[in-house]
C-alpha cells in the first residue's frame, strides 16, 4: 500500500532529488479531464481501466482528492463507495490536496 504524499506549493522537485515520487500524483490531470469531458469520459470507465492497469487503489485515491479539490465532481465520483478508508478521507486527503489558487498580479 502506498502512502499519500504531499505537496507544498514552494516545492521544487527534480529528477536528481531523492525526494521526488516515481510515481507523481495524477489527480490534476484526472480532475480536469472529468471536469473538461463530462460526457466522453465516465468514471466507471477509468476504474475499470485502472483495474485492468493494477492501478485501481491510487486511482481511487486520487479522485478522492479531485472530489475533495472540486466538489462538482463528487456527484459522478463518490467518494464514499470507493476502496479508500474513512480516516483516510478525513484526515490524509485534505492536506494531500492543495486548493487552486486564482491569483491577481498587479503590474
Do not use: C
Not at 463530462?38 to 481501466?49: D, Q
Not at 462538482?72 to 484526515?91: C, D, I, N, S, T
Amino acid at each position: 500500500m502506498s502512502t499519500p504524499l504531499v505537496y507544498r506549493a514552494d516545492q521544487q522537485l527534480s529528477i536528481s532529488d531523492p525526494a521526488t515520487p516515481l510515481n507523481p500524483p495524477i489527480w490534476p490531470h484526472l480532475a480536469l479531464a472529468l471536469l473538461i469531458w463530462k460526457e466522453s469520459v465516465p468514471v466507471a470507465e477509468v476504474l475499470e481501466l485502472a483495474s485492468r492497469l493494477g492501478q485501481r487503489q491510487e486511482i481511487e485515491r486520487d479522485l478522492t482528492i479531485a472530489v475533495h479539490v472540486f466538489p462538482e465532481l463528487a456527484g459522478r465520483a463518490h467518494p464514499e463507495k470507493m476502496a479508500v478508508p474513512q480516516w483516510e478521507r478525513k484526515f490524509a486527503v485534505p492536506p494531500a490536496a492543495p486548493r487552486p489558487v486564482l491569483v491577481h498580479y498587479e503590474q
